[in-house]
Nanobody, 123 residues
Framework: QWQLVESGGGLVQPGGSLRLSCVGS????????IGWFRQAPGKEREGVSR????????STSDAVKGRFTISRDNAKNTVYLQMNSLQPEDTAVYYC????????????????WGQGTQVTVSS
């Protein structure tokens, strides 16, 4: 059974850091564009960052640019989201998603979604 499994969420104080991981279970992530999305209570889901299948190309939203970094290790079948300088407005459920297209100029259209991991930024 193909699954995307996120981990690494939790409670962190403002200014703190977390690293989220997205692992492909039952399939290889290496041929997929992978994106991180988030959804805060009462808000629509938004794209945070995405990375091409090769890892050579990334795109990050203005809201987190300079604070969040996406990367991947295809040998470990894992994509990461390093989140620094976290703020209360970053509180959300974070999802990873896979797009069969290796890269897209426009927004990715995921074929698969993970179940999400909660990130809470609070003092």
């Amino acid at each position: 059974q193909w699954q995307l499994v996120e981990s690494g969420g939790g409670l962190v104080q403002p200014g703190g850091s977390l690293r989220l991981s997205c692992v492909g279970s039952g399939f290889s992530l290496g041929v997929y564009q992978i994106g991180w999305f988030r959804q805060a209570p009462g808000k629509e889901r938004e794209g945070v960052s995405r990375i091409s299948s090769s890892g050579r190309t990334t795109s990050t939203s203005d809201a987190v640019k300079g604070r969040f970094t996406i990367s991947r290790d295809n040998a470990k079948n894992t994509v990461y989201l390093q989140m620094n300088s976290l703020q209360p407005e970053d509180t959300a459920v974070y999802y990873c998603a896979a797009d069969k297209r290796q890269w897209t100029i426009g927004p990715m259209i995921p074929d698969y979604w993970g179940q999400g991991t909660q990130v809470t930024v609070s003092s």
